[in-house]
């Protein structure tokens, strides 16, 4: 295997990496999850198809030798920037919300070395923190929808909801977790 | 098949792998030990995953080629990144159904059809969600009660917590919307 098929999936990931931090800096869009599809996903793979077009049609200047690696390598290329990129996606809703799981490391690390008790950490902790930016960031996402103070799920909640019980039971989990 | 085309095949379906190892280890850890956290299962899946997946990688792609050292070297590093990546991109997938907060509180609303704000919260509140993660972090070893009061065990969940600061300082959220700058 070429080592620059590793080193040109590393690349991509790293451009695309760049331009999220640079419009995340600039303007950070309400929504996330596309605008990181978009950046992450769409766009390069809009580039990929394009390029291997043009290659196909030998439109592109200096043709396969600008970059050595052969045509069946690309889709090497394109599931090592995916990979990557689809890890950073999954792990962005972590960066974005609150995880309170790690808010709690950092809080008890924080009372280091005495530590603190159940009541001190829970004073960390309010419903807003851990619940209303949850119910509005389902709406921002599409998945439930609120009327008259009412929360109802829509077809996309719906199917997540489907989803993630159909693969507790195939690992013979308990249907609900959280 | 060109061998590049067999070494895609391969390495996509490491998430595959990886629910299918998950589906037995589960079970057998609730069956054998089930005080066994879950995600400390899930990281024994994806390890002993690698085995399989290097003998798939081997059987489909390299003995058919005559690899240099480097190009041997170049492989295994390419495939160590994909299958870890893959998993890892599983790994939040089952998480989401594990702990999730979005995902109860979308399941509290199907159960009820329709749910007001405040009944969502009497039913998953503040007190039940910390004990779930308290007794979770406990499990995996990233916290210990001494003498009544939490202190740091581990320090890999930890270490991710302060990597995720930096990544939100780096994106530009401000400081006044993170939990993680109030009453520390």
Redesign the interface.
């Known amino acids: 295997?070429?080592?620059y098929?590793?080193i040109i999936g590393v690349l991509i990931f790293i451009i695309c990496l760049g331009l999220?931090?640079l419009v995340?800096?600039w303007y950070?869009p309400r929504k996330e999850v596309i605008i990181l599809f978009l950046i992450f996903l769409i766009i390069p793979a809009v580039i990929g198809i394009a390029g291997l077009g043009l290659n196909w049609f030998g439109l592109l200047p200096g043709g396969t030798g600008v970059i050595p690696i052969?045509a069946?390598?690309w889709?090497?290329v394109f599931?090592?920037h995916f990979?990557?990129a689809?890890?950073y996606i999954?792990?962005y809703?972590?960066?974005?919300a609150?995880?309170?799981?790690?808010?709690?490391?950092?809080?008890?690390?924080?009372s280091?070395?005495?530590?603190?008790?159940?009541n001190e950490?829970?004073?960390?902790?309010?419903?807003e923190?851990?619940?209303?930016a949850?119910?509005r960031?389902?709406k921002d996402g599409y998945?439930?929808v609120e009327s008259d103070?009412?929360?109802?799920?829509t077809w996309r909640?719906?199917l997540?909801?489907r989803f993630?019980?159909f693969?507790?039971i195939?690992?013979?989990?308990p249907t609900?977790?959280? | 098949m060109?061998p590049?085309?067999k070494?895609?095949l391969v390495?996509?379906c490491s998430p595959i792998l990886v629910?299918a190892l998950?589906?037995a280890f589960?079970?057998l850890f609730?069956r054998y030990r089930p005080d066994t956290s879950?995600h400390v299962i899930f990281a024994v899946c994806v390890a002993a995953g690698h085995i399989p997946m290097a003998a798939a990688v081997w059987w489909q792609v390299v003995r058919h080629l005559t690899?240099t050292p480097?190009?041997l070297i170049?492989?295994a590093?390419?495939s160590l990144?994909?299958y870890n990546?893959?998993s890892?991109?599983y790994f939040?997938?089952?998480n989401?159904?594990?702990?999730?907060?979005?995902?109860?509180?979308?399941?509290e609303?199907?159960r009820a059809?329709?749910?007001?704000?405040s009944d969502?919260?009497s039913l998953?509140?503040?007190?039940e969600?910390?004990n779930?993660?308290?007794d979770?972090?406990v499990k995996m070893r990233?916290?210990k009660q001494?003498g009544?009061?939490?202190?740091?065990d581990q320090r890999l969940?930890?270490i991710?917590?302060?990597v995720?600061?930096g990544?939100?300082n780096?994106?530009?959220?401000p400081p006044s919307q993170?939990?993680?700058y109030?009453?520390?």
């Open positions: 295997m070429s080592h098929i590793l999220h931090i995340w800096r950070h052969s069946f390598d889709p090497l599931l090592l990979s990557l689809g890890a999954l792990s809703p972590a960066i974005q609150v995880s309170p799981s790690l808010a709690i490391l950092l809080v008890v690390e924080s280091a070395p005495q530590g603190l008790t159940s950490l829970r004073s960390h902790f309010t419903v923190d851990l619940l209303e949850r119910l960031d389902l998945l439930a103070g009412w929360f109802r799920l909640g719906l997540l909801v993630n019980r693969l507790r195939l690992l013979g989990l609900i977790g959280g | 060109d590049s085309v070494l895609f390495l996509v629910l998950q589906m589960s079970r609730i879950r690899l480097s190009e170049w492989m590093v390419y990144i994909v990546m893959l890892y991109c939040h997938i089952f989401m159904s594990e702990t999730a907060r979005r995902i109860r509180i979308l399941n609303i199907d059809q329709q749910l007001r704000a969502i919260v998953y509140g503040v007190e969600m910390l779930a993660r308290l979770r972090l990233q916290l001494s009544g009061r939490y202190v740091i969940l930890y991710a917590a302060k995720i600061v990544a939100r780096l994106l530009g959220f993170t939990l993680y109030k009453k520390t």
